[in-house]
């Protein structure tokens, strides 16, 4: 894989949930001035999801909400009723995708993706990301894009990056949707991980951490 596009999303490798980590333990918590102390003296990765950018652009949860995309859609005649229901009110979604990625576009950084971005530029962390919403590009710095996909497991720089990281530290990201959390644990075995979030992930083990709250206030605490 070329590293110099690192920022292109792959739209050919989606993660089967066998590949992306999982795990029923409970955590420890830190808090924020144990997790400030760590980004200023250790090896981290940085590893954004789209919590960090909810403040400005509504989820992929909240746009499927409004487009009315639900789990069960598979269920009976569900899915014909609902691509019926598009085809007639077609106006009604373009108009929902399009504000929704007129967000995307228009959205400033929050005071979390600014924030971050100065730390990363200070302390050289590697910046990963789940998001495509341009908004760490905005803040002035370039993270390496996984959306979903394996843009990882043949980059040389972010293998020897897992290796070396004495802790990724996500942020705003509830699930391992892109498989990188765990091929990080398979790279770093004595690695961990600590999830900076309004809730508690189930990709934490009993030997990882967990700070709870908001980015947005936490920004101004860690960075």
């Known amino acids: 894989m070329n590293d110099n596009h690192d920022s292109e999303p792959d739209t050919t490798k989606f993660i089967p949930m066998e590949q992306r980590l999982v795990c029923k333990d409970t955590p420890a918590k830190m808090t924020c001035e144990e997790l400030k102390a760590i980004i200023r003296t250790k090896k981290v990765i940085f590893y954004t999801g789209a919590g960090i950018s909810a403040q400005a652009i509504p989820t992929m949860n909240i746009l499927m909400q409004y487009l009315g995309i639900s789990e069960d859609l598979e269920q009976g005649n569900k899915l014909q009723q609902y691509i019926c229901e598009v085809i007639n009110n077609l106006g009604k979604y373009t108009k ?5 990625f007129d967000r995307c576009r228009n959205a400033p950084p929050t005071t979390a993706h600014t924030l971050l971005a100065k730390c ?9 990301t789940e998001n495509v919403d341009q908004l760490h590009q905005n803040s002035g710095i370039e993270p ?3 959306a979903g996909h394996d843009r990882y497991s043949e980059n040389a720089k972010i293998i020897e990056a897992a290796k070396k990281s ?12 892109s498989g990188f959390l765990k091929f990080y644990k398979i790279h770093n075995p004595k690695g961990k991980i600590i999830s900076v979030n309004l809730i508690s992930t189930n990709y ?5 951490f967990y700070v709870e709250g ?6 101004k605490e860690i960075f």
Request: charged share 30%.
């Open 144 to 146: 390496t894009v996984f």
């Open 214 to 219: 908001d980015i947005q206030e936490i920004a």
């Open 96 to 100: 929902i995708l399009q504000d929704f």
């Open 120 to 128: 990363v530029k200070k302390f050289g962390h590697l910046l990963v």
């Open 166 to 177: 004495e802790f990724i530290i996500t942020i705003g990201l509830n699930s391992d949707e």
């Open 204 to 208: 934490l083990s009993d030997r990882d």
